[in-house]
């Protein structure tokens, strides 16, 4: 089982909401975006270190994601150790990325007692960068059509949706 992160969309008709403040910064954005994507009843799945699903949600811990994404990205981009914090009851871990030659090496640290089975994960490169774009988009995209007043250009200008 490798690293996987991914947003799922509902199976029904998605709800469009109307009431959302003018949120100007990303870090805002991403939580009020997140918020209503829960509502309307849009999924993330994350799975790896032998834990397969992860127990996340999308108001808490894809926001978490989403806020942290483009430090990290831009980290591993620097050659630099980045990381992702889950901060949430019952998943506290810490993610660590570093380069290790065509592949990023994971590292988990648990806080809590969590299911896992191994510390370490590896996925190429071009596989996670990938795996980032098609999250990034997705969650865009998502943004857009859940809240469909809101300044989408904030997100997309922070997240590699290009």
């Known amino acids: 089982m490798a690293f996987m992160l991914s947003l799922i969309s509902p199976v029904e008709k998605i709800e469009e909401f109307s009431s959302v403040g003018e949120e100007e910064e990303y870090e805002s954005m991403v939580m009020v975006v997140c918020e209503a994507l829960q509502e309307a009843g849009f999924g993330f799945h994350m799975e790896g270190f032998g834990l397969n699903p992860w127990p ?11 806020e942290q994404l483009p430090d990290l990205l831009g980290s591993l981009r620097n ?7 889950f901060y949430g009851q019952g998943i506290e871990a810490d993610l660590s990325f570093s380069e290790d030659g065509d592949f990023f090496r994971i590292h988990c640290d648990p806080r809590v007692p969590l299911a896992i089975t191994r510390q370490e994960e590896r996925i190429e490169k071009g596989e996670f960068l990938s795996m980032a774009h ?4 997705g969650f865009v995209e998502a943004a857009r059509v859940v809240l469909p ?12 949706v290009h």
């Open 149 to 160: 007043t809101l300044r989408v250009e904030i997100l997309a200008e922070n997240l590699p």
């Open 79 to 85: 050659g630099e150790v980045g990381g992702i914090n």
């Open 56 to 66: 996340v949600d999308v108001s808490y811990d894809l926001s978490s994601v989403m």
């Open 134 to 137: 098609e999250l990034s988009e």
